[in-house]
């Protein structure tokens, strides 16, 4: 295992009776990509803002590269070596997109070449295009270059997606995919599961500042996720009832779909000769659990589109 | 240094906004021009609209008798009066609110009253007659011991006649009356002005002379302008409002969208922010200053110079303003809020601190007020500068503005947070 660049131990942070983060203790590791998965107010920004030392915490520790966020002598340390995408990353409208980068470079001792870094992200056409005429998804690609120009070896990225088109978060899943190919540690949060399951390589499930869970989407899946099901297209009440005999563990869904829970391979051959032998010809697909089917199970609910927790 | 790179960048910012550049620079030109045109005289002085209704009327012809021409030629050699005449058939008021119609200007109307010539004709002479007795009556009674009887009885019949001949002069007046809107604000000035055409008529029907030279001097070495008395005003009036409306509003705008928590991420501090605001702001101001002056030479031939003094309390004034900007954008979240509150500062601020108007003309608890206002001193402070050439004055109000400036930077950079709750 790689040596932890943040050791968080205990942390909490509370506003007068409420506890946003409630005694939270996890590490993240160099090199991986580290999710904080969880709904809006889990406390997933307040806790990235005590690393960032830009938020005070109320107790506990919380150390990036064995520096304390705390003593002033090691913030400093600390900004020098760390990159922020802050949640809504905005920047100076009438400012060009090199103009931004090269703002936020100019705040480091050293950094990286601009242009590299503008063509590190794809954003060579845009170079002299202002901030303002952006659409949100190239945006988001300056808020990453300009994390990345300082040459961090710890990427902040909060909730880089939030708001984006489906193709303009696809394009931010590249970027995060290529920080880890070179070599950067990316703490991510998101409400997003299915962002969370494709590119982290541990997931932290948090909810109402406790972490609930912490571990690799294919751990907790496998742990927590339940287990596979056979999915019969537009089935009959009939061959429902004759599924339930034999297998057990079979229901309906709303769309008059057939579902049924299968307990390892054999039990799926089995099946599959058994609607063979009954002409069933309708679509039949096997649905994997997903971190979705986790958090469901561990929190006991689901988390929107726009990030709210539902029951 | 990371406070220049943020100057850098908030000026670059700020001149490729096109509102910024509006309210920044172009605004105050346009009031500029506006007060220069207004005052300067540049083509054609303005005159105020006066309503004249003559009822003093020659009963032979029905024509208007001649003093009463004379006196509404006396009024027009003033040069100050758009005179429109009212016949003496309408009625005055109406007539004259018709003439202005719905969008028109105040109301005033002179009445030259019926009998004006001859109350003025026998008002002289009863005053002509009068001077004349006292002053035989004088040198009667110097002379007395000098003269016979017969010379004294002859004396005292002249006076006598004289007398009585006054006697028979009806004691009347000439009558004008002025009709006023009580809220024009140019009424005491026409008054005064008809006043004195009235006061001039008079001596010049009686024979006097003025015997009080007046003598006209200007208090500064240069021969200014108007409008260089109006380039301190304006210039420290917008300089106030880049501050307390501009950066409070930018700076507003650049916390709500996360712009100063996303630099804060990084090692530069709070204080760099600052310098690097104040340093745009100053260098607004100097450019302000400077397109001022050079239109104001280009379009109204104004001769002020800015010394190093000026100069210096620009920049003192630009960090004062700057600071009370930082610290209205501490406590605010969001612009409108920001422009809204910085308006209700800066607006009265404006008006109460003798930018435009002196502060002599205010009731004495304005007066009281404007003491406390910052913008009294920076405005005061740049016009010894700029136009008195009087470093006393300088000194004193470059003092309290430094002072000012001191405090109001320390609590904006006390306010600001560079890290959140």
């Known amino acids: 295992m790689n040596k932890a660049v943040v050791e968080v131990d205990s942390l909490v942070k509370q506003y007068g009776q409420l506890k946003a983060v409630d005694g939270i203790s996890f590490e993240v590791y160099e090199g991986e990509v580290f999710a904080f998965l969880g709904p809006n107010g889990a406390g997933k920004t307040t806790t990235v803002e005590i690393l960032e030392c830009i938020r005070p915490l109320t107790s506990g520790t919380a150390r990036i590269f064995g520096y304390e966020v705390t003593r002033n002598e090691d913030v400093k340390e600390i900004k020098r070596r760390i990159g922020a995408l802050p949640q809504e990353f905005s920047a100076l409208d009438k400012l060009t997109v090199k103009e931004n980068i090269e703002l936020i470079g100019d705040m480091y001792e050293k950094h990286l070449d601009v242009m590299e870094i503008i063509k590190l992200l794809d954003l060579e056409d845009k170079t002299n295009e202002k901030f303002e005429n952006l659409s949100g998804g190239l945006k988001q690609r300056v808020g990453v270059a300009a994390a990345l120009v300082s040459d961090p070896q710890l990427v902040f990225l909060d909730e880089p997606t939030t708001g984006l088109d489906p193709k303009s978060r696809r394009e931010v899943w590249v970027v995060i995919e290529n920080l880890k190919k070179l070599g950067k540690t990316v703490f991510l949060t998101t409400h997003y599961m299915e962002e969370a399951q494709v590119l982290a390589d541990r997931v932290a499930i948090i909810n109402k500042g406790k972490i609930a869970v912490i571990g690799s989407p294919q751990e907790l899946i496998s742990q927590h996720g339940g287990l596979k099901v056979l999915v019969i297209r537009k089935g009959d009440k009939k061959l429902a009832d004759s599924l339930q005999k034999r297998y057990g563990q079979t229901t309906m869904n709303g769309n008059g779909d057939i579902l049924v829970k299968i307990d390892d391979v054999d039990e799926l051959w089995q099946m599959m000769t058994t609607l063979t032998e009954m002409r069933v010809g309708k679509d039949i697909e096997i649905q994997t659990p997903t971190i979705e089917d986790v958090f469901l199970k561990i929190v006991g609910g689901r988390i929107t589109e726009e990030g709210e927790f539902k029951q | ?421």
């Open chain 2, 1 to 421: 240094m990371k406070a220049l790179t943020i100057f850098k960048a908030v000026t670059k910012n700020w001149m490729r906004s096109r509102s910024g550049l509006f309210f920044s620079i172009l605004f105050p030109i346009l009031l500029l021009v506006v007060f220069g045109a207004i005052f300067s005289g540049i083509g054609g002085t303005s005159k105020y609209d006066l309503f004249v209704q003559n009822l003093d009327l020659k009963a032979a012809d029905g024509e208007p008798s001649d003093l009463s021409l004379a006196f509404i030629e006396a009024l027009n050699s003033t040069e100050t009066f758009a005179i429109k005449d009212v016949s003496p058939s309408e009625n005055a008021t109406e007539y004259a609110r018709e003439a202005l119609g719905p969008l028109g200007g105040s109301m005033r109307i002179l009445v030259i009253s019926e009998g004006f010539q001859d109350d003025l004709i026998n008002g002289t002479l009863k005053v002509r007659i009068g001077i004349s007795y006292d002053t035989l009556n004088m040198y009667y009674w110097y002379f007395e011991p000098y003269m016979d009887d017969a010379q004294k009885a002859a004396f005292q019949q002249g006076l006598d006649q004289m007398q009585q001949y006054n006697a028979t002069i009806p004691d009347t007046k000439s009558s004008l009356t002025i009709m006023v809107d009580p809220s024009d604000q140019s009424a005491a000035i026409i008054k005064s002005i008809i006043a004195s055409v009235a006061n001039a008529f008079n001596y010049e029907m009686i024979g006097a002379e003025n015997v009080i030279e007046f003598n006209e001097t200007s208090v500064t070495t240069t021969r200014y302008s108007n409008v260089d008395f109006y380039i301190p005003g304006i210039t420290a009036a917008f300089i106030m409002t880049n501050g307390i409306i501009g950066l409070a509003a930018t700076a507003t705008e650049f916390k709500r969208r996360g712009i100063i928590k996303r630099l804060s991420i990084t090692p530069l501090t709070k204080m760099d922010w600052i310098i690097g605001n104040v340093l745009s702001q100053a260098l607004l101001n100097l450019m302000l200053t400077a397109i001022m002056i050079a239109l104001g030479w280009v379009i109204f031939n104004v001769r002020v110079i800015p010394d190093a003094f000026s100069i210096a309390l620009i920049l003192l004034g630009s960090i004062m303003f700057s600071g009370i900007g930082m610290a209205l954008s501490g406590f605010i979240k969001d612009v409108e809020a920001a422009s809204a509150i910085g308006n209700a500062i800066a607006f009265p601020m404006m008006f109460l601190s003798g930018t435009y108007f002196p502060l002599e003309l205010m009731p004495d608890y304005l007066q009281t007020i404007s003491k406390a206002l910052p913008l009294t001193y920076f405005s005061e402070g740049l016009k010894h500068a700029m136009i008195y050439k009087n470093p006393e004055g300088v000194y004193l109000n470059m003092l309290i503005v430094a002072i000012l400036a001191v405090a109001f930077i320390i609590l904006g950079s006390l306010v600001t947070r560079w890290k959140e709750k």
